[in-house]
DNA sequence: GATGAATGAGCCTTCATTCAT
DNA sequence: GATGAATGAAGGCTCATTCAT
């Protein structure tokens, strides 16, 4: 029993400061966000974070965790098996505007999915978002159904296509979120990407 | 005489403190980079960077800048002025292989024009990358031209529609200059993305 | 009775704590050491020990009053009554031994006991070692007598062969707890020790 | 001209920091100083220190080496080639009489060569103070001289002798340093130690 | 009585910036 | 003009100590 109570309690304080964390890391970037703003913006001593946390990066890194998990369950919900290209135009669209009100809930998170990037890291691959990386691995597996089922371009290159495809979703998505994006211009955007993804931009 | 002579001696001087800076900025980023490093890579006294730049913030928005006009002379030479939809492509080609090139020519300009980060900024128009902007702007010039001549969609979104395709080439330039990116993978991207734009995914 | 039972459980309570303490002093030294290195050894909550123990500072007295009454059993059995100089060697041969004999059960308290530290006191006296002081008392009362029955020299200053005695005394114990000490090494310095202070080291 | 006038400039500041050092950590002990507490008794901004040192352990070092560089100096005066049990006992005199100079002239060394102890470490030679161990070689090889010569004991074990002697002799320093210590009481000393060492504590 | 969550003083260390030489 | 010595703000992190439960 009291386990269970402290094990709860521990967990609704780390999720406290994650949420703090995510506030101003969004605001101020890694670097210029400091161990205090956190502490202050919860109005707790600053050594408590550490009970929690191991360190700096470790916040960080739960932060990036964190959102990726939500994202994640975006494509979870999307499996790769659609069967005309009028279906994966709408799954297309259902993804989008799942993640587009994802990030409009919380403009904090979006402004770490779409620019985190805690630099000096020599590794290429660290350069690229994670949450780029996370949707093109699914977008890939969308495309390897399409041409399978012959509802997509067969001399596609499917990896290729997959980022040019993420690519476009995310800069909806930044429009989405971080301009004043109502609805209007929400769905704008949504309707050219279709457009394009369908038809590209020929007259 | 004198004068002309000094001048051309502090631009000079100016000059190889911005490549420096390039060089240690993209390697370590904003925050991690000292102007010590900068100095240090010129075997220069630290106090000196500060008789040419104001103070390091000035010296990344020098970095900034330089290669914004490095990059704008891509554009500059290519008028919106195209006829058809087949020298339309033949444009975003050359234009693509140009941004490309440059920034095979100096991986450093291109980890800082695709990831430049100094965050903080709470002015939601800095998170958007300088040199996407840029490059977005002239797009839509491209897509107003060939709507009004014809061979572009009319029912096009030009705003939305440009920075969905500036995304597209920034993401083919991120593939070129990050990855091993031998001529084949660029060709490869450069091909998806140009079937993306004149035709979609569609079979 | 409850009264009894409950001062001996205290009691008890405060016993294992300085166990544990004296293991993680003689482990990391005072500044090191950290009270909740203590509590964890003990599998008890940090919090408790301020229960028992006022602060650091106070347990690590205990520590050190605790290692001194330890040692005091040695000389207490000791009287200085012996009347030769052969007497005497055996009585030193005596003292050494139980003291090897201490610090090799319980290599803990040696590395205390020797080097006891928490340091920054102006206090000159505290400079020297309790442990170290308390045998130079007892040393000094048999030379003494050993003066007085005229088996010592007359002319000795009895404080300072005293301490010098005692010198040579932890020096030896130091050896024998620190080093690998087997019984060989531990004869060939109780040998040589009883030769200087009988000989000196004269041919 | 001006590296031979800046290079000297630097030793001098690295010599100032040194000397506050030593004040501080024989006042304080290595946890208890800060690198402020150094800092503020120059005067000058704690920052300055680290041009000079890379860190506080650095600095501790440099106390260290330092020491036993001056301590270095009396021994290398002594060579071990005396002749008899009497030039044997001068150069005793000699060494005793140059090493309490030294700790007179500066208890600050005094407090740190005799008892500084950097715990924490496990190592067991670390635990043996360093200048203790500097002068336990050297009197080994008077031994090794003096049982050559025939005018020590044959028998005398030599690498023991000479840590029981190097303590004897420590423990002079240690009381003529730390007490009173005027002329008279470090005769007495000196007088004792000889006489032990000389002829043991028999009548 | 026991616990451990919370606290914040205190410390080391870095580095942008200034300025005397 | 160039230099680099000096500075101190700033920030990450530890841990002894307190106290509500």
Redo the contacts between chains.
């Keep these: 029993m009291v386990n269970v109570a402290s094990v709860e309690k521990v967990a609704r304080r780390k999720e406290e400061i994650l949420q703090a964390a995510i506030t101003i890391f969004s ?7 400091s161990i205090a703003d956190i502490a202050n913006l919860l109005k707790i001593g600053h050594g408590t974070i550490y009970r929690y946390y191991k360190n700096k990066q470790a916040i960080f890194d739960a932060v990036v965790t964190s959102i990726l998990q939500k994202l994640a369950t975006v494509v979870q919900d999307e499996p790769p098996e659609t069967n005309s ?1 009028q279906e994966y135009k709408e799954q297309i669209v259902r993804i989008s505007d799942r993640l587009i009100s994802i990030f409009q809930d919380d403009q904090r998170i979006a ?1 770490i999915a ?2 985190e ?1 805690p ?2 890291n ?1 590794d ?1 691959a660290n ?2 978002s994670a949450s780029f990386l996370l949707f093109s691995k699914f977008i890939q597996e969308y ?1 390897r159904n ?1 041409v399978d089922k ?8 499917q990896e ?2 997959a ?6 979703i ?3 998505i ?2 989405a979120s ?2 004043g994006s109502d609805e209007v211009l929400v769905s ?2 949504r ?3 279709i ?9």
């Design positions: 605001e101020k970037g890694y670097y210029s966000a290209l402004r779409l620019y990037t630099e000096g020599n290429t350069h690229v495309m399409g012959g509802f997509l371009r067969p001399n596609m290159d290729i296509a980022r040019i495809v993420t690519s476009m995310f800069e909806t930044k429009a971080m301009e704008r955007w309707d050219e990407i457009q394009i993804m369908i038809g590209g931009l020929g007259a």
